[in-house]
């Protein structure tokens, strides 16, 4: 996809963690945008980078780090240790290529990939997709300290953090570093692919969770809760899509409650099928623990499919009670239960759903975001001045 942009920045790097391949998307949408203001582009990331290059072999230059983790705690922190040294050691084959580099997924805790950028003196820009620093602390995972004291040094050492919203500055302890952090958005949405397919009241009842099969998320808490909603009302099916670490233990629960009629598990969804699954779904429910802003709380807005969120991260500035979505207290079984009942039962879920769609029409277009991405790397680049990127 093209922006209507002239070309503001002659190269740009970009930096993430290897990632899962529910990233890929992600970094796709960033490297559109990112196409639209620069000339080339050079990423070091996961094997996502194979899919990067196909995009566009010119301008587009990837180099994948494969990352193998361990499986016991000591093994996990070598595995990772030598990974960061991978991408720190082709970091530094291509310091004349780019001055501005992008920290992306996962960037704010390679701790020294961002001591050679800075070793090298480069811009570095974090942009941070989650909760911020204090996300990892809602988990309450044994390495979480480490998390945290990782992302507060690069935190410092970066010249500019970008995150979705005012309110994640303080929410995420971002608060000290308020003077060089930006609010911009990289999650595009492709309204001609996400739309709304099936009229909301053609749909049968069918209530689904799509997305990362992990703690974080709230699987877990979602399949405890259907067997609850099962009690409130029969006449509700259930599909769950995704993959993950959690995956088996959500095919051994399913099997032993004994939701095989109830519940159609479908794995791994590819990105340009999202649109015909979300339009067959009457509720999406997100139970997460933490969040940012997830892309499939837009992408089934656009659909036409109500959301039920928990209200973390920025979903309750998209998400408003009775308006655009449904948002419950918290994610216990009985509570989630209780929500999609009460989301179904709700007498004007029809205008909730055309609020919605306006709501991601009006903020979430190619154009609105590419703009926002602009003024967020201002001032960043020296020696070019073209269209308000100045040094």
Not at 172 to 199: M, N, S, T, V, W
Request: neutral net charge.
């Amino acid at each position: 996809m093209k922006g209507h942009m002239g070309k503001s920045i002659k190269s740009l790097g970009v930096v993430t963690f290897p990632m899962s391949r529910r990233g890929d998307v992600a970094l796709l949408k960033l490297v559109n945008l990112l196409s639209s203001l620069s000339d080339e582009l050079y990423i070091i990331t996961g094997t996502a980078g194979e899919f990067l290059s196909r995009e566009n072999t010119n301008r587009v230059h990837s180099y994948p780090i494969e990352h193998k983790p361990g499986t016991s705690a000591f093994s996990r922190v070598l595995s990772y240790i030598w990974t960061q040294l991978r991408i720190s050691y082709k970091f530094v084959g291509l310091t004349s290529k780019a001055n501005l580099w992008i920290f992306y997924t996962g960037g704010e805790y390679l701790l020294l990939p961002m001591l050679t950028a800075k070793l090298w003196r480069k811009r570095v820009v974090l942009l941070l997709v989650g909760p911020g620093i204090e996300g990892s602390r809602a988990l309450k995972e044994p390495m979480s300290g480490i998390v945290v004291f990782l992302a507060r040094i690069n935190c410092a050492l970066a010249d500019r953090l970008i995150v979705y919203s005012e309110k994640l500055i303080e929410q995420g302890g971002l608060a000290r570093y308020k003077d060089k952090i930006a609010i911009a958005y990289e999650y595009f949405l492709e309204l001609d692919k996400f739309r709304i397919q099936k009229p909301l009241i053609e749909r049968k009842n069918l209530v689904g969770y799509i997305g990362g099969l992990s703690k974080e998320k709230g699987i877990l808490n979602f399949l405890e809760a259907i067997p609850k909603i099962i009690k409130g009302r029969n006449d509700i099916d259930f599909l769950i899509g995704g993959d993950g670490l959690l995956q088996s233990e959500v095919e051994e629960y399913l099997s032993r409650a004994g939701l095989a009629d109830e519940v159609r598990f479908v794995g791994w969804i590819p990105h340009q099928e999202l649109p015909h699954y979300l339009n067959d779904l009457t509720l999406l429910v997100l139970p997460s623990y933490t969040e940012g802003l997830p892309g499939m709380v837009l992408e089934a807005m656009a659909c036409g499919t109500p959301v039920l969120a928990t209200p973390v991260g920025i979903i309750p500035e998209v998400i408003k009670e009775d308006e655009t979505g449904f948002i419950m207290e918290n994610n216990s079984p009985e509570c989630i239960a209780r929500n999609v009942v009460r989301a179904l039962n709700h007498p004007d879920l029809g205008q909730i759903v055309q609020n919605a769609r306006k709501l991601v029409e009006q903020e979430y277009t190619y154009e609105i975001i590419l703009g926002k991405c602009q003024q967020a790397l201002e001032g960043l680049v020296e020696g070019e001045k073209q269209n308000g990127l100045t040094g």
